[in-house]
């Protein structure tokens, strides 16, 4: 009896074994590590929030910063608090990022870029049916045309002498004030039929590897549709299938994209534009509390060093990435076995967080 107990252990201790080594083979991109000190590092949205945040944090690790912002005013006052903070100055230029030969003469101007970081972003929250086409079009030309129009410009200098000067990255914010889940979902909801344990499953496997959890805080990722988010969440999609598809053709380079998901995080926008959530997204997505920026920028730099492709920035956000890494590269082989090993228990949870918003959409109607 012995005998035959230890030989199924056996069994099933190696097949977890197995994965795990036919993963350790497969993952693609191999790791990376993307230097900071030394290198130019060219931020948007660098005026204020997590775009002044990170590039303080660069600057005080020793690169050569340049922001990029539409204010001319504010980009001098970010001046001259990272020089206050890190005593180094950083370049400055003004360009709004909807205009392709503005952002190209920017680029050009400051040289050859080691590290773009695209973290420009609006985000204007209604139904579609209220919503004016003028911003609809605006979201899109500003989060994902305005994009395309950095990444274009600086393609040409960064891939330049790329094999001399080492691994370079292209970071892409993509969501700044976009979907929130309630955590607690995973582990508490109840059904007819009592307490949905596989949900529970995933919360407990996510607190047994040590990831930093906040009960009270949502992550903030937008791959997931949800109302009141129709057009913001189209100008997001997008960035995702941009970020895919550019790694196929810029990993011979020795150029490594980031797809970065910050939670809702206190910056100076992030208030003005909650006053415009309609009423029933706000308690589908409704936010108990706010990431600082120092807090995400650590956290996406890790990941832009780490060349990793897609960036949570909290616990929910890692849950959210998991779930939806569908045929996104992974240099990870551990985090692509729990992918593989949670992928079915993820699915059962995005039906859990589904149903709950189907049901808060019926019952804020049956109210009406």
């Not at 995702?240 to 020795?254: F, R, Y």
Request: with cysteine; glycine share 8%.
């Amino acid at each position: 009896m012995a005998e035959a107990y230890f030989s199924l252990f056996s069994l099933l201790l190696s097949i977890p074994l197995f994965i795990l080594l036919i993963l350790f083979l497969i993952v693609r991109p191999k790791p990376v590590r993307v230097p900071i000190k030394n290198r130019h590092v060219f931020i948007t949205g660098g005026s204020s929030g997590i775009g002044l945040a990170l590039a303080r944090l660069c600057a005080q690790r020793g690169a050569h910063v340049t922001i990029l912002a539409r204010n001319a005013a504010r980009l001098e006052e970010a001046q001259h608090s990272i020089r206050l903070a890190t005593g180094r100055d950083v370049r400055a230029f003004s360009a709004d990022v909807r205009d392709y030969g503005a952002v190209k003469r920017a680029v050009e101007e400051a040289g050859p870029i080691d590290v773009l970081v695209c973290n420009h972003g609006v985000y204007v929250p209604q139904e579609l049916e209220e919503q004016d086409v003028e911003e609809i079009k605006f979201m899109i030309d500003v989060n994902l045309t305005g994009t395309f129009h950095l990444i274009k410009a600086a393609l040409p200098g960064m891939k330049s002498n790329r094999a001399e000067k080492g691994p370079g990255s292209i970071a892409i914010m993509s969501s700044q004030a976009g979907q929130n889940y309630d955590l607690r979902l995973l582990y508490t909801v109840y059904s007819s039929d009592g307490l949905i344990w596989g949900s529970w499953a995933i919360y407990k496997l996510f607190d047994t590897l040590k990831f930093d959890m906040k009960l009270n805080e949502r992550a903030d990722i937008c791959v997931v549709g949800i109302y009141g988010y129709t057009a913001y969440s189209a100008s997001k999609f997008g960035l995702k299938g941009l970020a895919e598809a550019l790694q196929h053709e810029v990993i011979a380079d020795d150029i490594h994209l980031s797809l970065i998901f910050p939670p809702d995080t206190e910056t100076p926008g992030f208030a003005e534009e909650n006053k415009r959530r309609p009423q029933l997204t706000s308690i589908i997505a409704a936010s108990s509390g706010a990431m600082k920026a120092e807090e995400v920028a650590l956290k996406s730099l890790k990941g832009i060093q780490s060349g990793t492709f897609m960036v949570p920035c909290n616990l929910e956000g890692k849950l959210l990435t998991v779930a939806t890494a569908g045929l996104s590269p992974q240099r990870s082989y551990v985090d692509a076995f729990v992918e593989v090993m949670t992928a079915g228990i993820m699915r059962l949870a995005g039906l859990v967080f589904q149903w709950n918003w189907f049901s808060s959409i019926a019952k804020w109607h049956a109210k009406k």
